[in-house]
């Protein structure tokens, strides 16, 4: 897998443990692009780690459920590696990025650091599948996500380009629908977890049709 300049190819090309970035309702995915506006002092203290050292950053959600603990810092049990591909600085004490996906991790132990920004230590061990998406392609209905697609934007009464969407490959459709989706934090979280591309894909479906189906019983639809 190819990310900006670096390629990732096996387990021993990521790192142990990263910078770690809680955004509840945010899903990175392999190969998707996130914008992201750096304000905060401690993140923009993490990216100028993370640009001095292999830029890569995990994003994750914050934990759905109470931990039980009694702890509000917890966190979801995995997330996404995502590397800077591009950054500018606004001018105003701003960072403009954007990640790209690299490989879903597992959340193993988070460190007690020095840093302003959390930091843990991850595995991508189980989510290895993630590097080569061309074989996971071949197992996606694309026709049946297409049709699920546009019956999302006939209820919602906007447009797309079919013809981007046409050229895309179905690792990169599955994984931007998923991204851009409206859905919440566990919906998210679900189709982060999702083992492979075919299940997000049905999982993305799933969860479409049933937004649909509550707009036709007179709710106002994916609201």
């Not at 990216?47 to 810092?73: F, K, N, T, V």
């Not at 600085?89 to 920004?117: C, K, N, W």
């Not at 679900?190 to 007179?218: F, N």
């Amino acid at each position: 897998m190819q990310i900006g300049n670096t390629t990732f190819e096996s387990a021993e090309d990521f790192p142990s443990s990263v910078p770690i970035f809680p955004l509840s309702g945010a899903l990175l995915l392999p190969k998707g692009q996130m914008p992201l506006n750096i304000f905060e002092p401690r993140y923009l203290s993490m990216i100028d780690a993370a640009l001095s050292g292999d830029r890569l950053i995990g994003m994750i959600q914050p934990a759905l459920e109470d931990s039980g603990d009694g702890s509000p810092d917890a966190l979801c049990a995995s997330g996404c590696l995502g590397r800077i591909v591009a950054w500018s600085e606004s001018g105003d004490g701003r960072y403009l990025i954007t990640l790209m996906g690299v490989a879903r991790f597992q959340m193993e132990q988070e460190l007690t650091t020095m840093t302003p920004y959390r930091q843990a230590r991850i595995s991508v061990l189980p989510f290895l599948g993630d590097i080569d998406g061309e074989l996971a392609e071949l197992e996606v209905d694309r026709d049946e996500l297409l049709a699920t697609f546009r019956d999302y934007l006939d209820a919602n009464d906007m447009e797309a380009d079919w013809d981007s969407i046409n050229e895309a490959s179905t690792e990169s459709l599955v994984n931007a629908l998923s991204m851009m989706s409206p859905y919440g934090p566990a919906e998210k979280q679900a189709l982060l977890e999702a083992p492979d591309l075919k299940t997000r894909a049905e999982t993305l479906i799933a969860i479409t049709e049933m937004e649909l189906a509550r707009g036709d019983d007179g709710t106002s639809p994916l609201q």
